[in-house]
């Protein structure tokens, strides 16, 4: 949805379904292109870019078990080199090492994904746009119109207690935040981590 939040130093997360579909066999797709924008974005928002996992911008085969969803199981596609930013722009090229085939006559997905960097501002802004014939296949190339995704926006404020309630003469207190919180390594939370600390109001009545 419009919006959406995404951590400082988040894992990887799609920002575009490419559905590439070839018209004959031994096709294969040779770059696909990414333009960024948003407010406040800059490519510093983003993790370095590399080659392979560890990219702040990569691009993912669907081939892992659930067809059609970004998931842990799909396959990142190793690029030639690593690419860079286009310089005085936010545009970048990802070409596969190897030309990626194609399913002759029926749709082969990809995913470009991104993961932030730890310096990402709160509440910058992040728009991937799919630009005319940004995909170029052995086939040819698309799509005739641009394709731009929903923004997701940087949340990187920490999480503050948003309301306490209990009951007189019960051991425990619902505490509610004012954004999704969870365990760091994931996780229920569980009474030995002691992931709140109550310090004595200094009151006769606690």
Do not use: H, M
Not at 124 to 134: E, F, Q
Not at 168 to 176: D, E, F, W, Y
């Amino acid at each position: 949805f419009p919006g959406a939040p995404i951590p400082a130093s988040s894992p990887v997360t799609a920002v575009l379904k490419v559905s590439v579909t070839a018209s004959a066999a031994d096709k294969t797709l040779t770059s696909v292109q990414v333009n960024f924008s948003g407010t406040g974005f800059a490519a510093t928002d983003l993790a370095s870019i590399a080659t392979g996992t560890a990219s702040g911008v990569a691009l993912y085969n669907d081939a892992g078990g659930t067809a059609g969803s970004f998931d842990g199981t799909d396959a990142v596609v190793t690029l030639a080199a690593s690419p860079n930013w286009t310089p005085s722009t936010t545009n970048i090229v990802l070409t596969p090492a190897t030309p990626v085939a194609l399913a002759n006559g029926s749709a082969t997905v990809f995913y470009v994904v991104i993961k932030t960097s730890g310096t990402i501002a709160n509440d910058d802004r992040i728009a991937a746009t799919l630009p005319v014939n940004g995909v170029i296949t052995s086939d040819g190339s698309g799509p005739t119109t641009a394709f731009v995704a929903n923004e997701l926006r940087a949340d990187t404020a920490a999480a503050s207690i948003a309301s306490i309630s209990g009951f007189v003469g019960s051991p425990t207190v619902t505490v509610r935040f004012n954004k999704p919180v969870q365990k760091v390594g994931g996780g229920a939370l569980l009474l030995a981590d002691s992931p709140l600390v109550y310090v004595d109001g200094g009151v006769t009545a606690q």
